[in-house]
């Protein structure tokens, strides 16, 4: 019930394509979903984050959109780039624990 | 603003001593740092929970005699890889939330090569 599921493993995009990165999560008392972006050798950096009450989130290239009923989220990258290949990380939490549990990441590979 | 830094980068240690790691949020308070471990290729494992004053709370299976934690102010957390051994070489993550917020900023890393 703790468990996020992340899919795809890896993704290969062409540069100005859309990459969309789609997560699970069973959890009802979830209630703040971050994207972390990891580059080799480097820590997590946060990307987007949303919180149930809303559908979407927007920030430049990057849309989270949640889907409570369902109980999934997704990261949309717009006109991606090849400074965009890295793992993308979803992520869940609750107010009452704060610890974060992570999906098993999805690496992005985009072609010039 | 929200900055986590890690200190060192990466360390190289002989097999039976042991290495510290420090965690530092720059320009915030952070009542709350958590420490993780992330092997090649796969998703960040938590260990340990620590807050500000506190004893660190561990995860599952993880060896509190081993990785010991001390957080001594809003700004500081340290972990320390105590008998290093091979199979402890990792990559070590810490990041730190802000006081009353959910969002946690994570530090750029530590490599540990246990020879």
């Known amino acids: 019930q703790q468990q996020v599921k992340q899919s795809p493993q890896s993704l290969i995009v062409q540069k100005g394509g859309i990459s969309i990165i789609n997560c699970a999560y069973e959890?009802?008392?979830?209630?703040?979903f971050p994207w972390y972006q990891q580059f080799p050798g480097k820590g997590p950096a946060l990307l987007i984050a949303i919180r149930p009450d809303v559908s979407e989130k927007k920030e430049g290239r990057f849309t989270i959109s949640f889907n409570k009923s369902a109980k999934q989220f997704s990261l949309h990258i717009m006109d991606s780039q090849p400074g965009d290949s890295a793992t993308y990380f979803c992520?869940?939490?609750?107010?009452?624990?704060?610890?974060?549990?992570f999906g098993q990441g999805t690496t992005l590979q985009v072609k010039p | 603003g929200a900055v986590v830094s890690q200190h060192p980068s990466w360390v190289i240690c002989k097999s039976g001593t042991s290495v510290k790691i420090e965690c530092r949020s720059l320009d915030f308070q952070a009542t709350t740092m958590f420490w993780y471990r992330q092997f090649p290729k796969q998703s960040l494992m938590l260990m340990a929970t620590?807050?500000?004053?506190?004893?660190?709370?561990?995860e599952q299976g993880v060896e509190k005699d081993k990785f010991l934690i001390n957080h001594a102010s809003l700004t500081l957390s340290t972990l320390t890889v105590t008998s290093a051994h091979p199979e402890d070489s990792s990559f070590y993550i810490c990041?730190?939330?802000?006081?009353?917020?959910?969002?946690?900023?994570f530090g750029p890393g530590t490599r540990l090569t246990v020879l």
């Open positions: 959890n009802t008392a979830f209630d703040y």
């Open positions: 990041s730190a939330s802000l006081i009353r917020a959910n969002t946690q900023y």
């Open positions: 620590s807050n500000e004053g506190s004893k660190a709370t561990y």
């Open positions: 992520a869940a939490t609750s107010g009452n624990t704060g610890k974060l549990i």
